[in-house]
C-alpha cells in the first residue's frame, strides 16, 4: 500500500480540487444565469488538473524515488493517479450534480433547446446524470494517459 500511497492521496486531492471548481461554477453562476460562457470557462479545468498531476509526480518523485525519476517511473505513477481518480470520479460527479449543483441539468436542457441547440429529447438524453457519469468514467482515464505521458516528461530527474 504504501507503494501506492503518495498516488492515493493526490487522486483524492484531484478529485477535492475538481469539487471546488465546481463549486465556483456554481457561485459566479456558470450553471444559471450565465450558462452560455460554461462551455467555455469549465475548460480551463484543464490547468488546475495538470497542476495537481505536476505536484503528484514532484511528491513521487522526492518521496518514493529519492529525488530521482525516469520518465517510465513517472509515468507509471501517473497512471496509477489516473486510475484512482477514475475510480473516485462517479462519486465526484454524483455529489457534484446532487449536491453541489442539482439544478445543472434543468438549466442546460432549458438553454440548448432555447438556443435551437438541440430538441428537448436529445437535450434530455445528453444532460443527465447517467450520461455524465459514464461520460466523465470514460473521459478521465484517457486524459489522465495523455497527461501522465506529458507531465511524466518534465518531472523526471537523473
Known sequence: MKKVGIE???AFIFILVMLLWMVA??????????????????????VAAIAVYVLALLDKRK?????KMNWIQGFISGLILTLGITVLTPVAQY???EVITPHYFENMIAFVVEKG???REEAEATFNLQSYMVES???APLMGLFTSAI?????RRK
Not at 63 to 67: A, E, I, L, V
Not at 151 to 155: L, S
Open 8 to 10: 492515493i492521496k493526490w
Open 25 to 46: 461554477e456554481r457561485i459566479t453562476g456558470l450553471h444559471d444565469k450565465n450558462i452560455e460562457y460554461h462551455y467555455l470557462v469549465t475548460n480551463f479545468f484543464a
Open 63 to 67: 518521496k518514493d524515488f529519492g529525488g
Open 95 to 97: 455529489i457534484t450534480l
Open 117 to 119: 441547440q438541440m430538441s
Open 137 to 139: 468514467t470514460m473521459f
Open 151 to 155: 507531465v511524466a516528461i518534465f518531472t
